[in-house]
């Protein structure tokens, strides 16, 4: 009876040319597939200067004076100074001398600039540190400055402070400094003051106090906050292309990025010249933001940490030649790099390994679970690389979880032909990447629908929606992702994880966009896709649940009107999430199937992401931070079937109750 009721409200407000509510079916027979804590995550890459000059909260840039074209790149020096190469730090052995000038009216020193600027706080305290000594043995005075060289003011600094160093053995200094104005683009300076005794001086670092959790060498705090609110379930580090290398010398090396930062390596940064029209000959990578860091900062955003390794082929898109990558047969030093990885991560702190991470400040393990092996690679070539790693690591870490990958397109002859050599080679996970216009991503809705269940498990390991011609961070890309992201959701039993990239930008120092959060030297803002990760992070649930409509999941297929939906359980709460990625705003109803005769569901709240169409090509920015923000909306309903509406151009997120 009900059902012929319904038939003819349907033909009478189609008749009437009334638009007929979509109706979802959301079966609460059983839970569907459990939904893996991993789902969402974040990828870390140092690209767009987002390690130093970023998430790393050092301010000096070229602290160590390893700049390999000019040791005193970002510095400006005055009066008498000597670059010097017999330092304490073998790997990083240049410092700076400095002497007196020879006229009591000159002043030896230095400046330094800062990742485009040295950004300061009024009143917030800054950790200004050296390591120092006067050679020909007694003492000497170093003024330290932060100045505004800009400044109409009778004095340039913001402040001043200064430093004795004695004796002829090198010593680490510090002093805390206060600025008493805010600016985003100070210098450090420093003079060589009292009786210009000649002193040396390595390792020129400032911090601010307050970093994320108050590590020394710590993280830029509004940034961690930023990942930590994503509440992100893995955290994928350290890229990307640099994992690989422009040639394999520069690839990232993990093993040079732990121990004492004073002695971690200058490593080049491939995003220096990979595109000549965003060239910056100032970006290299100090590794002060190493691996000991990225567990850490895993373990305390709550992630479970993936690193990715180098499978000893240098990037693929940069060599053509086969003598650029490692052979077969000398492959064993990076196998071993991963293997000690792993001791690294969780070995006993009497390994080899486990010894250096407890002596870094973290003698538990940090449990990891997962290894990459290989960013982009292709051809035959990569399956052959990473066979004996497979086996290396099969044999001595059966717990470990292995990721391959698919190559660097989300289709196409290499994706054909790598997903079946992963399968033969049992990878658990196979990384796809997928930077896609509009077209791809309102296409692909029910991408995962039909993979095969048997073979790996899938970590779109990059994405995101890069409009033809509005390659930038805008609210209707965005929604894309959020369209697309129903279906990662709906097929939680074989996508494992997923994660937008890149993920930092500096709004001075980007080479590559969209990205999930921009900054300057001073402030941050997140942006519309970090809202739509935010909100898949906080709606996760527990067990995916069945949701079609007129039988089909809802893709944007043809007929679906640009709807794109999913819907999760998580104790007794639903949430259902609809993207309506039209201009047009569309009734539904909630239909709840599977419950018993008496059970009812309860509209409880709503939260939605929504625009209009002035606003789709726009985003939050640094003086607009939040532009875009989900907002809470009400809707109401108890028993079985629920209307509500998804407004144009809007993802929502409605929360019942059974
Ligand atoms: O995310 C930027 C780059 O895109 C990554 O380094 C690489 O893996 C991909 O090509």
Redesign the pocket.
């Known amino acids: 009876m009900r059902k012929i009721v319904l038939l003819l409200a349907a033909t009478l407000l189609s008749l009437a040319g009334m638009a007929q509510p979509h109706q979802l079916d959301i079966s609460l027979k059983k839970a569907g597939a459990p939904i893996p804590s991993t789902l969402y995550g974040i990828?870390f890459?140092d690209?767009n200067y987002a390690a130093d000059g970023g998430l790393y909260a050092e301010l000096v840039k070229n602290r160590s004076f390893e700049f390999p074209n000019d040791a005193l790149q970002g510095w400006k020096a005055f009066g008498k100074v000597e670059v010097r190469n017999d330092g304490p730090f073998a790997r990083n052995p240049h410092y700076v001398r400095l002497s007196n000038p020879g006229h009591p009216h000159k002043w030896t020193g230095l400046d330094n600039e800062g990742f485009f600027g040295i950004g300061v706080q009024e009143g917030a305290a800054y950790r200004f540190s050296v390591w120092a000594r006067v050679p020909d043995g007694g003492k000497s005075m170093l003024r330290i400055e932060l100045a505004n060289t800009a400044s109409m003011g009778e004095n340039h600094f913001l402040c001043q402070d200064t430093l004795t160093v004695t004796g002829k053995e090198w010593k680490k200094y510090q002093l805390i400094i206060h600025p008493d104005q805010t600016l985003e683009k100070s210098i450090l300076r420093i003079f060589l003051v009292g009786d210009r005794a000649t002193t040396d001086l390595e390792h020129v670092s400032l911090f601010p106090v307050d970093t994320w959790m108050g590590h020394e060498n710590g993280l830029r705090k509004d940034l961690a906050q930023a990942l930590y609110d994503l509440h992100p379930g893995i955290f994928r580090f350290p890229?990307?292309?640099?994992?690989?290398g422009t040639d394999l010398q520069t690839r990232y090396n993990w093993k040079n990025s732990v121990g004492p930062v004073e002695n971690r390596p200058l490593n080049e940064n491939r995003?220096e010249y990979t595109f000549p029209l965003r060239f910056y000959p100032d970006y290299y990578q100090s590794y002060g933001l190493g691996f000991y860091e990225f567990f850490q900062l895993s373990e305390e955003i709550g992630s479970e940490p993936l690193p990715i390794l180098s499978c000893g082929l240098a990037c693929q898109?940069q060599n053509e030649n086969a003598n650029a990558h490692c052979p077969l047969d000398e492959l064993q030093p990076f196998i071993q790099d991963a293997l000690d990885l792993i001791e690294f991560a969780n070995g006993p702190v009497d390994s080899p390994w486990g010894k250096v991470r407890a002596e870094m400040g973290h003698p538990a393990p940090f449990n990891m679970k997962y290894i990459g092996i290989g960013?982009?690679q292709w051809d035959a070539t990569y399956p052959e690389h990473l066979e004996p790693f497979l086996k290396a690591i099969r044999n001595a870490h059966p717990e470990i979880k292995v990721v391959g990958t698919s190559g660097?397109d989300s289709e196409g002859k290499q994706f054909d032909y790598l997903w079946p050599e992963m399968k033969r080679l049992k990878a658990d996970l196979v990384d796809e990447?997928f930077?896609r216009p509009y077209n791809w991503f309102l296409s692909q809705g029910a991408r995962y629908d039909n993979y095969d269940r048997k073979g790996p498990k899938v970590f779109a390991?990059?994405y995101?929606c890069h409009a033809k011609g509005k390659k930038w961070n805008h609210f209707y890309a965005s929604l894309l992702e959020a369209a697309f992201m129903t279906g990662i959701e709906r097929n939680a039993d074989v996508v494992e994880m997923a994660t937008y990239?890149?993920l930092f930008a500096h709004v001075e120092g980007w080479q590559?966009r969209p990205d999930l959060i921009w900054y300057d030297n001073l402030r941050s803002f997140r942006t519309v896709s970090w809202h739509v990760q935010q909100l898949y992070g906080q709606y996760r649930g527990s067990n995916c649940l069945n949701l079609t409509m007129n039988g089909a999941p809802v893709t944007g297929a043809e007929g679906q009107d640009g709807l794109f939906a999913s819907a999760v359980l998580d104790g007794n709460k639903i949430y259902v999430k609809v993207v309506n990625t039209t201009e047009k705003e569309q009734d539904i109803t909630l239909n709840f199937t599977g419950l018993k005769k008496k059970a009812l569901v309860k509209a409880v709240t709503g939260v939605r992401l929504s625009s209009c169409e002035g606003k789709l090509y726009k985003d939050n920015s640094l003086d607009q931070a939040t532009l875009f923000q989900p907002a809470a909306f009400t809707f109401e309903g108890e028993g079985k079937c629920i209307s509500a509406s998804a407004p144009a151009y809007s993802f929502s997120i409605y929360v019942l109750e059974k």
């Open positions: 990828f890459e690209i890229g990307g292309c640099i994992v690989e995003w898109f960013n982009e660097p990447h930077y390991g990059e995101a990239a890149p590559w």
